[in-house]
Every structure is written in C-alpha cells, then in structure tokens.
C-alpha cells in the first residue's frame, strides 16, 4: 500500500496544538446505523483540534436504488466464502448514484449544518483510493466454483495520503466514499465498487491513524448470539487469534480491515456501537471491542521481510 503517512498533529480551537493521531471513522450503510451521534462527536472532535477523516458505506440505500431502477441486488459468494455484492455495469451506475451522488453528499450536508467544515469526496476523486479493476470474480454457485465476468470492483493498491493531509491541514474534515479509481490495464481509468471497511482500514494505514468502525452492535463477541460474550480488547497475536475465531458474517469482513490497517500503519482498531450516546469518543476512551496494532505487529513484520 503505498501513500505517505500524515504525522503533523491537529491544533484545538485555541490554537494550541495537539499531538494525537488522526481519528478515521467508519459509518456503516445498514438501516439500523443511526450517524447522529458519529456526526455529532466528529463536530467535537474536530472543533477540539482532532484530525477526522470520516468514511462510509451504503449498501441498504445502494440496493434500494438499483430496485427502483427495476433491477435485482445480486449477492455472491466468493471461493474463499465471503458474499459479497456483484458489481456489473447497470449495478455500477446504481451504485455510483447512491454512494457518490445522494449518501455522500447528505452526509456531508449533515456534518456542516453540525459546524463542520466538511468536503465530500469519492474514492475516485485525486486517486483518492486506487488499485486495479478486477474485471472477474471466482464465485461458488450450486456448489461449483465458477469464473463470473464482467465485475467492476478492485482492491486498494493505494491511498492519495497527501491529498487528506492537505485537508486535514487546512480545517477540513473528509468525507469518502466509494467508489475507488480501478486501473485498467491499457492504462484507463473506470470507476469500480469497494469494500467501505477496508476503505477505511486504507485511509487509516496510510495516516497511520486510529480506526473506529461503527456498526449496530457493541463489538466482536466471542459467542456472536450472547452480547454479554463481549471481547474487550486484543493486544497480542493470541488473543486477536480468537477475536478472528469468533467474527461471524459481517463481523468478519472488519476483523479483516482492522488487520489490514493495522498491519498498514495504524495504531489500534475499535470496533464499536454506532447508536450509544457519543459512539466514537466512547470507542476511543475503551468502549467496544479495541484490537492494539501489537496483536498483528508479528505477523505485519514477517510479510514485510518477505514482501
């Protein structure tokens, strides 16, 4: 992953500077994520001196939109056994107008009627978040793996750092979402679907910022069907070893993005509550499941030594 990270602090209203990390926060597209808090605390944050970049998803209103367009969300289920939405070209266009056009700029509007002095961006913006198009996709349907064409999706390869850091620098607070710049291999540029959670997990490694990831429940629990079974915190392999083990569905997909951001640069992941009162503060003094970049420094290691 390339893209250089920011390492100037923020500066609080007084003017007095502060030397905590940016703060990347992930705001889940489900219904049942409610961003008012996250919006209200980011406009705390920000006004206090704190660094914010916010990213977010949409798949709820995503498929809404290609319904009214008289189509059908299609979900798929990878070799590796993650389902995930299939992206073709009609779908891409639906996608595009959800996230970029209506969910983006609504967020963004809700951050500056809070006094934050948001800007929206897409994933395309800048080469904000780029990589190569992945025109395929190896699914499992009936049983069989298949080779399915005609996908508009990519992996982040790499993060314009310079162009949030400038942002950031500047008073503003960042607002991304996919989709991200797919590289062709003559050499073009197409707009392509992205997971938002490993978005996320890209924008953070490259700030070397900590992540919180808001989603409907209190975090990773070790029986996913018992809340009380929460996982507090991991800080050693051992440990994230279970947090891994026990993410189911959803939760897996940002068990992985916290692991990629922290194996990228980031100093530790929350994944927390998005509906509690004050829900990113609360992630940041404890709250939710905290995963230390300690937990997959080990492993961030060995891969670099045989990168």
Excluded at 25 to 43: L, N, Y
């Amino acid at each position: 992953m390339s893209g250089e990270r920011s390492d100037a602090g923020g500066a609080r209203a007084d003017g007095t500077a502060t030397d905590e990390p940016p703060v990347v926060v992930k705001i889940g597209g489900a219904k049942a994520v409610d961003p008012a808090g996250a919006v209200g605390d980011v406009a705390h944050l920000a006004a206090n001196g704190r660094e914010v970049v916010v990213v977010h998803g949409g798949s709820t209103v995503v498929d809404e939109v290609i319904e009214r367009l008289g189509m059908e969300p299609e979900y798929v289920e990878s070799a590796s056994g993650v389902t995930g939405r299939f992206t073709d070209a009609e779908t891409m266009e639906a996608f595009t107008m959800a996230m970029a056009g209506k969910l983006n700029t609504e967020l963004t509007a809700q951050f500056r009627e809070a006094g934050v002095d948001a800007v929206g961006l897409s994933g395309v913006d800048g080469g904000l978040l780029s990589g190569p198009r992945k025109s395929a996709v190896r699914v499992i349907e009936d049983g069989k793996k298949k080779i399915r064409r005609g996908e508009h999706s990519g992996r982040i390869e790499s993060v314009n750092a310079d162009l949030l850091s400038g942002l950031l620098a500047d008073g503003y607070t960042p607002v991304v979402s996919p989709p991200m710049e797919g590289k062709e291999s003559d050499g073009g540029v197409t707009p392509v679907n992205t997971d938002a959670d490993r978005a996320a997990a890209a924008v953070a490694g490259a700030l070397g910022a900590d992540l919180v990831l808001l989603t409907d429940v209190a975090g990773v629990y070790a029986d996913p069907d018992d809340s009380d079974t929460l996982i507090e915190s991991a800080a050693t392999p051992e440990e994230f070893d279970s947090v891994e083990d026990a993410a189911e569905g959803f939760m897996g997909k940002k068990v992985m993005a916290a692991k990629e951001a922290l194996s990228g640069g980031s100093g530790r992941v929350v994944v927390a509550d998005a509906n509690v009162r004050d829900p990113i503060v609360a992630a940041l003094g404890g709250a939710g499941t905290t995963i230390e970049r300690s937990a997959v420094a080990e492993q961030a290691e060995t891969e670099g030594e045989t990168a």
